[in-house]
């Protein structure tokens, strides 16, 4: 039989050795407490993987400055915001509405042999005649700049101008296009001695009819033209000295309609894309030739677009100047250069290699307007290109919440869970 009082006794001492163990435990944990923990050496790896699903972009609201480049596709702002052709690829657009799929392609156009003038007037009006008009406009022509003057002195005399074409877009038109993007950098190359002068600037809004034909412009319609630009309020005025540093000016948006509408691309020297006056009745106001068949009565995408442009035409009129070179007294004016690089969307012909690479390109009007309001807000202004940098970090810090897609790709990541989260997209940089 079992022993009531042994079956106790062991009771007693089972709990008596849980008591020992329990009391040995604590102990243990409080000396382990006060001994310094010894830091694991971190080895040399990639950042740690993002904890989100796969394909899903990070959430930006927390700042841009937390992302590393080995685990998300978001960068800062670059270059003088969204419409500076030269900082952006032509890939990384976004249209106002829905256009469908259209090949990125982008021209560089080289404006050399802009040297000043000495001074002229012109003979019944006493109009400024020695000055230059270059007007740059991303016109749907492989023409993307022209430079305008006086012929001579006589106010009736058709004016001269001498056009600059873009090699890529003249080897490789498309059949219609869009423009997106155009941006200009100028710069004074003269020598230090003999560096002078003035340079006005002033990014246009309106249109202008300028034609070197005959029954064209005049020499003093373009003198009343350059008046124009010289006395209007956003007309900006430097010095020679100041354009030594190179310095640029983006287009931006000034006809949204038009901006979305796919239009005949030409090409210079082509007679197939010239456009009739007859077709156009504000050529007859102006009193162009209306006879296709005769010198003038044709004009190029360059002229009709100018006339009514879907982005803003930048005119720079280079005022008269000349100084003596060395002792043989030669009289020579300051040379500048300006350089255009222009992108469009384009359309081509089905089935060519161009016509394959054709994305479609995002859409946000919340997210052009911002970027448009931006750039408008500047005006005429020229900005330094050294300071494109610096003024990056100031628009990322400025702008830190905003989501910034490194290009196409990213923009297609984020745009969904943006929206979703009521955030407004900003795509590119402000």
Known sequence: ????????????????????????????????????????????RMPAPSSMPRGVMPDMSKGNWGQSPATSNVIAPR???????????????????????????????????????????????????????????????????????????????????????????????????IPTRCSLRIRNWTQQVGVGGIVRVLRMTTGVGLLDAPSGTDNQALALLMEAIRVHSRTRTYGGEEMCDSQQKNCTVVDQSRATRFDDFGASGNSATLVHNDLLPWTKDLGWEQDPTLPGGQISNFTVGLHDPSFTPIAILFEPFVYSSGTTAVVLGNQYEVNVRSQFLAHYDQGTMLANMAIDPPSDQNGLNKHRNNEEAKGSTLERVADSLKHGIENAWAHKGDIIPAGYAAYKFAAPYLSKSGKAVAFMPK
């Open 79 to 177: 270059g003088f915001g969204y419409y500076d052709a030269f900082a952006h690829d032509p890939t990384s657009v976004a249209t106002y509405q829905s256009i469908g799929p259209a090949t990125p392609i982008v021209g560089t156009t080289i404006c050399n042999k802009l040297m000043t003038k000495k001074p002229s007037t012109l003979a019944t009006s006493s109009l400024e005649a020695g000055a230059i008009l270059l007007i740059v406009y991303p016109a749907l022509i492989d023409t993307q700049a022209a430079a305008y003057t006086c012929s001579s002195t006589v106010d009736t005399d058709i004016i001269q101008s001498t056009p600059y074409n873009s090699p890529q877009l003249k080897a490789d038109f498309p059949s219609s296009a």
């Open 1 to 44: 039989m079992n022993n009531p009082r042994a079956n106790e006794k062991q009771v007693t001492a089972l709990r008596r050795e849980v008591t020992r163990l329990k009391s040995s435990m604590t102990k243990r944990n409080i000396a382990s407490r006060r001994r310094p923990v010894q830091p694991r050496r971190a080895t040399l």
